[in-house]
């Protein structure tokens, strides 16, 4: 069974387009979190909602809209596509939203703007 | 502002070899450490994590990590390296005291293991 699943794998669109990335966990966390690993492979956290509410929102520009429909889903939403957006996008979960709460991660989605 | 700083950025060793990946990071305050790794193609795994206790933390796999809180450091090591051992490993912070769980990642180390 997958824990947190996100779809697709992998987006390949062009500059200027919106598009949607999913993600699901199965495991009755109440915090999720979006990050972004860049070309370098430098990951840095970009949202985290607890029981549906906004908790962190680091300096992302506004074209990234996440969106928290319940507890087990957290939709990531980018409009006007840009090349660095290209990138590896990892969707994570965790019960309870303490620094001590271990954070169990999607398989990624590669987001390619071309 | 917290950072972690993963001095080996590629790490190649043999079979059987012993293996030391560095992790610093900064922060005035009380910490909570992990390494996390990611093998080829697959997501991140957490390995071991510190929190409180004692400063040598044993993980998953023969992995172990020890915290020198005057060093600011906590370094990974495994005694002898598999080949299945060929990942890319990262270090990462969250401050206790926090009001989130934000995890600050290093730039991760890509160790690949000869047979």
């Known amino acids: 069974d997958t824990a947190v699943s996100q779809t697709p794998k992998y987006l390949v669109t062009q500059m200027g387009n919106d598009k949607s990335i999913k993600c699901e966990q199965n495991?009755?966390?109440?915090?999720m979190y979006w990050y972004k690993q860049d070309s370098k492979k430098f990951l840095k956290i970009m949202f985290s909602y607890n029981n549906k509410e906004l908790i962190i929102n680091e300096t992302v520009p506004n074209r990234f809209s996440p969106k928290s429909p319940d507890k087990a889903h957290l939709n990531l939403h980018i409009n006007s596509l840009e090349l660095g957006d290209s990138a590896v996008y990892f969707c994570a979960s965790s019960q309870g939203n303490q620094p001590y709460n271990e954070q169990f991660f999607g398989p990624g989605t590669r987001l390619t703007v071309l | 502002a917290q950072s972690v700083s993963q001095h080996n950025h590629h790490v190649i060793l043999s079979e059987a070899a012993s293996l030391e990946l560095g992790c610093n990071y900064s922060?005035?305050?009380?910490?909570?450490l992990f390494w996390y790794v990611q093998y080829p193609g697959q997501h991140l795994q957490l390995l071991l994590k510190?929190?409180?206790?004692?400063?040598l933390v044993k993980g998953i796999k023969g992995f172990e990590a020890e915290f020198i809180k005057s060093k600011f450091s906590f370094n990974l090591r495994k005694p002898s390296v598999q080949w299945s051992d060929t990942a890319e490993y990262f270090c990462a912070v969250s401050a206790t005291g926090g009001a989130t769980n934000k995890l600050i990642f290093g730039t991760g180390t890509l160790l690949a293991v000869q047979p």
């Open positions: 510190y929190f409180s206790g004692d400063p």
């Open positions: 495991l009755g966390h109440d915090t």
């Open positions: 922060y005035g305050g009380t910490v909570n």
